[in-house]
């Protein structure tokens, strides 16, 4: 079987080690009931369209036909959401390219792609997606339209999926405020962890979805 092409995702559950071993800790399953409970969003998802797996911390799904990938970013926008309500960021990659699988065998540059740019620019909870596809749609006079459904953000160069929209904003800063209240212990003096929240609430703040006056829910620096 040659190989063919295709959209891979690689979504990585943030935080997945220390909520394992706070399951472990008290002894309950509210991690693995938040996992199921989140994952549950596939259970609706076309399989014959989108292919989906999921290993521990890790989901990867794939779409191998172009008239369905605004879709494919819709689907990837509800999975972050979904997961967002049950208390947990994401982040992840979206990338086109070779794609090789029989049997238990997958040979994958779609997917090593992905999670290049979910390890190296996601940086925050956000799902970055390759500028190559962002090329191949500037040029596709028959691929559909992306840039025109209110789909992606650019910053600083990095496009990236946007998970807001007018209806669904405050849902979304209540759940990251939420995440960011409950964790204020967790994030002393953890910088790295800290700033994936400074970011995710500036991404918020700047979106054109955002109310008028809307305000952050991080801490201030304060002088002592």
């Not at 994401?90 to 390890?119: D, P």
């Not at 940086?123 to 459904?149: E, F, T």
């Amino acid at each position: 079987m040659n190989p063919t092409y295709l959209y891979a995702a690689l979504l990585d559950v943030l935080g997945y080690r220390q909520l394992l071993d706070r399951d472990l800790g008290t002894g309950r399953l509210d991690f693995q009931e938040k996992l199921a409970e989140a994952l549950r969003i596939f259970e609706s998802v076309n399989e014959a369209v989108f292919r989906v797996q999921a290993i521990s911390d890790t989901i990867i799904l794939t779409c191998d036909e172009h008239q369905h990938f605004p879709e494919f970013l819709q689907l990837l926008r509800s999975v972050f959401i979904a997961f967002l309500r049950q208390g947990v960021f994401v982040r992840g990659g979206v990338a086109y390219s070779r794609h090789f699988q029989s049997g238990h065998l997958t040979y994958s540059h779609a997917v090593a792609r992905a999670y290049e740019l979910e390890s190296k620019l996601a940086s925050y909870p956000r799902i970055v997606v390759d500028k190559n596809i962002i090329d191949m749609y500037a040029i596709g006079r028959d691929l559909p339209q992306i840039r025109s459904r209110n789909l992606l953000c650019v910053e600083n160069g990095v496009y990236f999926l946007d998970v807001v929209t007018p209806s669904n904003w405050t849902e979304v800063y209540t759940y990251a405020k939420a995440i960011h209240d409950a964790s204020l212990q967790a994030l002393m003096s953890d910088e790295s962890a800290f700033s994936k929240h400074i970011r995710f609430e500036r991404y918020l703040l700047a979106s054109p979805s955002a109310p008028s006056g809307a305000t952050g829910f991080v801490g201030q620096i304060k002088v002592s």
